[in-house]
């Protein structure tokens, strides 16, 4: 067997040694099982670079030259080292795991369940093998540490979620420090001392790595002056950062040099790794590995999926920019861009550019998007944004998978931010929250008076000129509206405009405030989300979990996850889906919402009741994401 070939790892240092995937049986069983594992032991793989499978009594007998080691493991979880581990350890040590084992449904596995020999990725009960891998996000951010919408939650979300399948995780992104309360959030992370040169925009680049083990994740923050400055992930109050482009890049290198050179937990992440790369500001991996690690014999192995939250930003800059990404010439075609006469701004401009996320689209091993309608959007000429026809061309890897949501940050049963905590089983807090945010916003008093909410960056995406266009309208009913949001000034100075017009009707709060957007989310009856396109959203399922019904415009993941009321098919109904985007349509939805709120109580109820008992969780999204990570490894690495 090959495994003898990896005893020579037991003599290394544990900072040069990776840990290759193990495969472990039962999806249910597994969660809790692997969780509870202090040490476990491991059954040396059949191929050299294979899968480490975790031992089983029955195999051990089959083989026995395979090596059994036991795993240690410090307070924190993290491997120490090995040990070689004597038959009768090994009894005693899978006696006592087993015993820790509780199934979902409370049941304890007798250790004969666990020694079952698993059959082409099905246990012999027929249960569901999860190939553990070792999974790298790069974001550019990632709540709780950065935040300015929905990429931060989700990159917040599933890999922890992904953690608690087994899987070994780790997310890099920027260590943001903007001389506010906010730098506070990675206080706990711990600096690596692994200060890492990188090469690109004509120089040497140094990086330095802060870390943090929470939640099963390993959290690695990039630190590099340019992350350093007031403002945002992306810009201040004078816009949109200028070097964008290099701050990013940098991330893109150091997510590369991070698996290789990061002893976390005393063992690098490796070169078998599948990096999970977030829109355009991660794009630039999936072209490293192929045009500057593989000729090199680096990462041959290693597969990459982008993953597409927003087309809309692709990371574009004058192509003259190329030869600050520390690629090689030759590989300019992946990102090479030629913009459309249309598009170009002068007479002498010939459109050529970088684009970073087609650079990733042409080069990724799978492409997912946050929804099923989304994936399909990005094909079409109205929502590829100009990158269609390559996406169609890339279909065959192309899947969307719709987010979850962090259903302990967003759970109105201890919801810290809202006025009275409520179930689907006692709705009354609902009330005392409305009361008490009419309250805070100095609005009357008014439990019977239907409120509508928006929360969402000020931007032409999230739809906020139709609701300017009827807003006068909308006025006119007996109704309160509040929004909450940051981001065009324009749209900006229309809240504060539109908030003096309609003092006993409208509130416009202008600016990024979580605690508030609970508040919202739990006072309100209705959450109006009229955008243009939407690739997943998240507002309308934090609303459904508050029982909070949304209307949104029918498009992305929110025709996937709303669904349309119907008087005669009420068991389906969740919310309003409105389309075409027009501002009549959409007075239409809230018109018939706020009807059935005023008379039909019982309908109503339902309405709140089917939407908050719903399942949001990440489980589901993650079992998917695992099976496309799976796809990634099956094919050989695109390029
Ligand atoms: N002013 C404010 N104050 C406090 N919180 C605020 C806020 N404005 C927005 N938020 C919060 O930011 C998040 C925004 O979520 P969205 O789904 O609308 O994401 P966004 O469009 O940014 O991201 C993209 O990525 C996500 C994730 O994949 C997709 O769901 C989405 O369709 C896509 O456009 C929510 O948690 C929301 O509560």
Known sequence: MDSLKLLPLLHYPPSSLSLPPPTFPSLLKTKTRYANFRSFSANLPAAADGP?????????HKDDRALVLARETDDFGYLVGFRLLPDSGLEELMKVSHAEDITEE?????????????IDGIDAEGAETIVLRSIVFVTAEAAPYSKTGGLADVCGSLPIALAARGHRVMVVTPRYIHGTSEDLMFAAAVDLDRPTKLFCFEGVQEVGFYHEFREGVDWVFVDHPSFQRPGNPYGDKFGTFGDNQFRFTLLCHAACEAPLVLPLGGFTYGENCLFLVNDWHASLVPVLLAAKYRPHGVYKDARSILVIHNIAH????PAITYSNLGLPPEW?????????????????DTGEAVNFLKGAIVTADRIVTVSKGYSWEITTGEGGCGLHELLSSRKSILNGITNGIDVTEWDPSCDKYIACNYSADDLSGKAECKISLQKELGLPVRPDCPMIGFIGRLDYQKGIDLIRLAMPELMEADVQFVMLGSGNPVYEDWMRATESAYKDKYRGWVGFNVPISHKITAGCDILLMPSAFEPCGLNQLYAMRYGTIPVVHETGGLRDTVHNFN?????ESTGWTFSPLTKESMLAALRYAIQTYNDHKCSWEGLMRRGMTKDYTWVNAATQYE?????????PPYC
């Open 52 to 60: 480490f499978a975790f031992d089983d009594q029955t195999s051990r």
């Open 106 to 118: 409370g049941s304890v596995f007798s250790s004969d369940e666990v020694g079952k020999p698993e």
């Open 332 to 348: 300019y075609g992946a990102l090479g861009w030629v913009f459309p006469t249309w598009a170009r701004t002068h007479a002498l």
């Open 567 to 571: 008087p005669y098919t009420e068991a």
């Open 314 to 317: 692709q990371g574009v800059e």
């Open 627 to 635: 099976e496309v990570i799976n796809w990634a490894f099956t094919d």
